[in-house]
Each structure stands twice: as C-alpha cells, then as structure tokens.
Nanobody, 120 residues
C-alpha cells in the first residue's frame, strides 16, 4: 500500500519553472512505477511523465517536463520548465505495481493533487 502527497504547486509567471514533489509512504516504494498526470477543468486527465522502478526507463510526454525519483527518500519529482498558461491544471502523482506504465488505468494509488497556475 502506498500513500502519496504532492507539494510544490502554486502560481508562476509564464516562462518560469516549478518543481513538484511527491512523498510516498510504505516500504515498497522502490517496486512501483511512478507517474505524473494532470487535469484541467472540462478536460480528460492526461499523462505528463512516467518513470520505472529504478529510473532506468522514463517518458516525457509533454516535452518540457522531467521526471526523477529518489527511492531512498521515497520521493518522486517533476521539474517543469518554460511553463505556459496552457499548463495550468491540477497535477497528480500516481503509483503502479507495474515495472513501467504510461497507461492511467495501471495506476492504483493517487495523491490528492496540487494546483499549478501559470499567469500570462
């Protein structure tokens, strides 16, 4: 079982950067693939980035975002660069028992989300 808590969201000017953090509980964190997703009002949830158990495989589906993890600290990060207003959304951290996945249906543990707002 994994509990996830996101932090690091907030208001940022267009062109700026933010780093989101996701703190995970549990002794089996290193056995989970991790992903970041986002959802804006009226839109479907979409994958932002995913990372395998030990970080050997990664996907950056939205280009300007970099995912990383530190299993010793039970933490996964999302570095967001050159943010634009269209990046405004609630960002969610999620965990999957798969070794690696880019499908949201494979993720079974979800954080509460953190709001990212980008001003023009």
């Amino acid at each position: 079982q994994v509990q996830l808590v996101e932090s690091g969201g907030g208001l940022v000017q267009a062109g700026g950067s933010l780093r989101l953090s996701c703190a995970a509980s549990g002794r089996t964190f290193g056995s989970y693939a991790m992903g970041w997703f986002r959802q804006a009002p009226g839109k479907e949830r979409e994958l932002v980035a995913a990372i395998s158990w030990r970080g050997g495989a990664t996907s950056y589906m939205k280009g300007r975002f970099i995912i990383s993890r530190d299993n010793a600290k039970n933490t996964v990060y999302l570095q967001m660069i050159s943010l634009q207003p269209e990046d405004t959304a609630v960002y969610y951290c999620a965990a999957s028992r798969a070794q690696y996945s880019t499908r949201d249906e494979d993720y079974v543990y979800w954080g509460q989300g953190t709001q990212v707002t980008v001003s023009s």
